[in-house]
């Protein structure tokens, strides 16, 4: 018998099965392994009633499951005791559309927190009767959507407002006119999907923006970072983490799921988590 065979098979094919098992456990973790990525806001408009008022950020979940119910998500997201929950968009994925998964997750999510929510482009990409459906079970499930809107958060003696972008609306004079309906004495906290309109947001004047859209820039490299990201192009600059232009601070998520790519590289999926600190 030839020394390179054993129980019949050949060495090379059991070497190259070893590889390919080796390649899938990779990807699979790579894409599936959650990670909490905490920051701190600091702000002279945050008072002592909004100290250690948490917002925990989903984005781009694209139908994705963790754990058979998505348990896993809802679990992180339970540990963390968030005192909102924002959704930037993308909670579905127009190119295989399951809104069944998608309001299964939000009903247990408003379980654990208030839920706000804003469209991503995906929302946008789905067809009548899907949008309809979409937005219809995520009112009923008790999730806030905001198209274009705000809403006071109060905790205590304190409040701050919540600005709710639609993804068509990124770009024009949106922002700048419903800010006008604003206190800017107050902290003022954005949720619009796409980063790369960082400059709008900033002009506008909010303190706060929560983003995602860039998916982490898909393929993070080393030596050469995050690679391709939607609208950017290669080497985009807003994939996630913490961003400052003028006085507006932007955080971006680099999301749970993906959709054209469907893998990740060096770029697990990702809960965003900002708690607010007196300055």
Same mark, same amino acid.
């Given at each position: 018998?030839?020394?390179?065979?054993?129980?019949?098979?050949?060495?090379?094919?059991?070497?190259?099965?070893?590889?390919?098992?080796?390649?899938?456990?990779?990807?699979?973790?790579?894409?599936?392994?959650?990670?909490?990525?905490?920051?701190?806001?600091?702000?002279?408009?945050?008072?002592?009633?909004?100290?250690?008022?948490?917002?925990?950020?989903?984005?781009?979940?694209?139908?994705?499951?963790?754990?058979?119910? #998505?348990?896993?998500?809802?679990?992180?997201?339970?540990?963390?005791?968030?005192?909102?929950?924002?959704?930037?968009?993308?909670?579905?994925?127009? #190119?295989?559309?399951?809104?069944?998964?998608?309001?299964?997750?939000?009903?247990?999510?408003?379980?654990?927190?208030?839920?706000?929510?804003?469209?991503?482009?995906?929302?946008?990409?789905?067809?009548?009767?899907?949008?309809?459906?979409?937005?219809?079970?995520?009112?009923?499930?008790?999730?806030?959507?905001?198209?274009?809107?705000?809403?006071?958060?109060?905790?205590?003696?304190?409040?701050?407002?919540?600005?709710?972008?639609?993804?068509?609306?990124?770009?024009?004079?949106?922002?700048?006119?419903?800010?006008?309906?604003?206190?800017?004495?107050?902290?003022?906290?954005?949720?619009?999907?796409?980063?790369?309109?960082?400059?709008?947001?900033?002009?506008?004047?909010?303190?706060?923006?929560?983003?995602?859209?860039?998916?982490?820039?898909?393929?993070?490299?080393?030596?050469?970072?995050?690679?391709?990201?939607?609208?950017?192009?290669?080497?985009?600059?807003?994939?996630?983490?913490?961003?400052?232009?003028?006085?507006?601070?932007?955080?971006?998520?680099?999301?749970?799921?993906?959709?054209?790519?469907?893998?990740?590289?060096?770029?697990?999926?990702?809960?965003?988590?900002?708690?607010?600190?007196?300055?």
């Amino acid at each position: 018998m030839d020394r390179k065979q054993r129980n019949g098979v050949p060495k090379k094919i059991i070497v190259i099965l070893c590889v390919c098992m080796a390649l899938f456990s990779f990807f699979w973790y790579e894409n599936h392994h959650l990670v909490v990525t905490t920051y701190t806001y600091q702000d002279g408009k945050v008072d002592e009633n909004l100290a250690g008022y948490r917002i925990v950020q989903i984005s781009d979940l694209h139908n994705a499951k963790f754990g058979q119910d #998505n348990k896993k998500l809802l679990a992180k997201i339970s540990e963390l005791q968030p005192d909102m929950i924002v959704i930037t968009g993308d909670l579905v994925d127009s #190119n295989h559309t399951d809104i069944r998964t998608s309001i299964d997750f939000v009903k247990q999510a408003v379980k654990i927190s208030d839920v706000y929510y804003v469209t991503g482009n995906h929302e946008h990409w789905l067809s009548e009767n899907e949008r309809t459906e979409l937005f219809e079970e995520l009112e009923n499930a008790g999730v806030v959507v905001l198209n274009n809107e705000i809403v006071n958060i109060t905790k205590g003696d304190s409040e701050f407002t919540l600005i709710g972008l639609d993804d068509y609306n990124l770009i024009d004079d949106t922002l700048h006119t419903v800010i006008k309906e604003t206190d800017h004495n107050k902290l003022r906290v954005l949720l619009a999907h796409e980063p790369q309109y960082f400059t709008n947001y900033a002009n506008a004047g909010v303190d706060v923006v929560f983003s995602g859209h860039a998916h982490g820039g898909q393929f993070n490299l080393p030596f050469i970072g995050p690679l391709v990201a939607p609208d950017q192009g290669f080497r985009p600059q807003y994939t996630s983490g913490e961003h400052h232009e003028k006085e507006t601070t932007m955080y971006i998520s680099r999301g749970l799921g993906n959709s054209i790519i469907p893998i990740r590289l060096f770029n697990n999926p990702e809960i965003v988590c900002v708690d607010f600190t007196v300055k």
